[in-house]
């Protein structure tokens, strides 16, 4: 906002930019985008104090370059407004560690910075509803936010947007350059992009998951059965391979966005269209729909059988690199998250990929993009690698999102570089569900929280974490301390829920409350049912 006194006729220009050049001047947006978006002007009417800012855009910055002032700008003569969709904080996280807290609050800024009436991707350049950054961090917002409203409106613009042959173009609302296959504009996104299409089905399934109403996935089944069905025609049985479009998004280690060195295009095309597949199934499921459930169950099996031909190698234990001529290459880490997380992996060996995804990871430290990130934590802790995984959400060197932390930034970037031309893109921001469903432990075990599932991976070295959610049944939570080598386990059951708690038993052997019904034991566990309410358990003795 422009607070100016002034001659009339006088014009006051303002330059919104992330960065500095080496002068000291603003770097101007450019690129995908006219400078001008990022750009205001005021002429004066010269009647005293004037006050003025913009009704209908917004800008992305941290640096505003004012040129035109009369006189020299006072402190007051601009002030920022915040502004994004009016969504409720619903869920927080807090722990031991300051810097995952900062990590945290970047990772939640950079969701709401990008919310305005759909997720875009950055408010700096496109300002466009790019899909596939949206499934990325969909976690991470509907367990930190209240987005049902803005992504039941944005849905809707789905349904508006697909085409007649089924295909949902990678940017929603559509736009005149990005849009369909083979109409003007970037060919890479021509026909299916399934990383960035499975939203579709990836943002319906977390609302259902999140409020338990199964009205958002029949709203949007035809919509998603079309897509799929679209799909087929593109990515055909029986080897379901298609080595085109755009793969794994910004991999660490390099600038190149369509770089694919962390596993091949067909590879994650193939992995996607999976969870297309099966996520398809179960929503059918939900609804009611049971011969699509069936047919999708299907066709999301022969998916699995004909990935698992393809990459598997049974000697190993892992996921290999496939070339186009048939030669195997060197499992990377892409190519092995996505099927563990996504459940391609051969029943029983889902341990032996996650095991090498963690010698990777340690010989090579991160290396994954936008997509093999939004899994990695998940799988690590997932399957005993909790410490491994604490130590990459919290390392200060390239490439981290400490990196970006320690460099002074407080949000999340467009790569991993600090030469990113994007300062605020959303997409990295999947850690902070990361945080809440692993770290602290909180996840829904039902639809709706229903069931209230308490699981933390507790890593070594981290003194205590809680993750906080206002669900539909009313405020759920996960609160952990660890002191003296004994663990202290609190969860918070809303009324109308049950608990499943799964306490861990790397500190020793557990008391529970009066109350809490003993299940089962699971590996590293011990599991109790309880009803609502608050339940403190406690282990005791040294690691």
Do not use: C
Not at 244 to 270: H, I, K, M, Q, Y
């Amino acid at each position: 906002m422009l607070s100016v006194r002034g001659p009339r006729g006088a014009t006051v220009s303002m330059v919104a930019s992330e960065r500095l050049a080496p002068d000291g001047t603003v770097v101007p947006a450019s690129g995908l985008i006219d400078a001008q978006l990022q750009t205001d002007r005021y002429t004066l009417a010269g009647k005293g104090v004037e006050r003025w800012e913009p009704s209908f855009g917004y800008r992305g910055f941290r640096y505003v370059q004012v040129e035109g002032y009369p006189g020299t700008p006072p402190p007051d003569a601009l002030a920022a407004r915040l502004v994004h969709s009016n969504v409720a904080r619903t869920g927080r996280f807090a722990s031991a560690d300051p810097l995952l807290g900062r990590i945290d609050a970047a990772a939640t800024a950079t969701i709401l910075n990008n919310l305005h009436g759909f997720q875009t991707d950055t408010p700096t350049y496109e300002k466009n509803g790019w899909t596939g950054d949206a499934q990325a961090s969909a976690g991470a917002a509907a367990r930190s936010l209240g987005i049902a409203r803005v992504w039941t409106k944005w849905l809707a613009d789905f349904r508006d947007a697909q085409a007649a042959s089924g295909e949902v173009p990678e940017i929603v609302p559509a736009t005149p350059y990005y849009g369909y296959d083979k109409t003007p504009g970037w060919g890479l996104i021509w026909g299916p992009t399934t990383p960035w299409d499975v939203a579709a089905l990836i943002l319906p399934w977390e609302l259902y998951s999140s409020f338990g109403d199964s009205r958002v996935l029949a709203q949007n089944h035809d919509m998603q059965r079309r897509l799929v069905d679209y799909t087929a025609t593109f990515i055909k049985a029986p080897d379901f391979r298609r080595a085109a479009g755009l793969s794994e998004w910004a991999p660490a280690g390099s600038l190149d966005f369509t770089n694919t060195r962390g596993g091949g295009v067909d590879a994650v095309t193939t992995a996607y269209f999976f969870l297309e597949a099966d996520l398809l199934a179960k929503s059918s499921a939900a609804i009611g729909v049971s011969a699509d459930a069936d047919r999708y169950r299907a066709l999301a099996e022969a998916i699995r059988a004909a990935y698992n031909t393809r990459y598997w190698d049974g000697e190993h234990g892992w996921y290999r690199t496939m070339d186009a001529k048939g030669v195997a290459g060197a499992p990377t880490q892409v190519q092995n998250v996505l099927p563990l997380a996504f459940g391609m992996a051969p029943e029983g060996r889902e341990q032996s990929v996650a095991d090498a995804i963690a010698r990777d990871v340690e010989k090579q430290g991160l290396r994954t993009g936008v997509y093999g990130t939004r899994y990695l934590l998940e799988v690590l802790s997932d399957h005993g690698h909790a410490d491994l995984a604490y130590k990459l959400a919290t390392r200060t060197d390239a490439p981290s999102w400490g990196w970006w932390i320690a460099n002074g930034h407080s949000t999340m970037f467009e790569t991993w570089s600090l030469d990113s031309r994007s300062r605020d893109h959303h997409y990295f921001a999947s850690i902070a569900d990361w945080m809440r469903q692993r770290l602290a432990g909180l996840r829904p075990g039902a639809p709706g929280y229903k069931t209230v599932l308490i699981k933390p991976a507790i890593p070594t070295g981290l003194a205590s974490a809680e993750a906080e959610l206002d669900t539909v049944q009313g405020r759920a939570a996960s609160r952990w301390k660890v002191a003296d080598g004994r663990l202290s386990l609190t969860a918070e059951i809303p009324a109308n829920a049950a608990g499943e708690i799964w306490v861990p038993l790397q500190f020793g052997a557990v008391a529970a409350p009066a109350g809490a019904e003993p299940l089962r034991r699971e590996t590293g566990y011990s599991v109790y049912r309880a009803g609502a309410g608050i339940w403190e358990f406690h282990t005791g003795g040294l690691r």
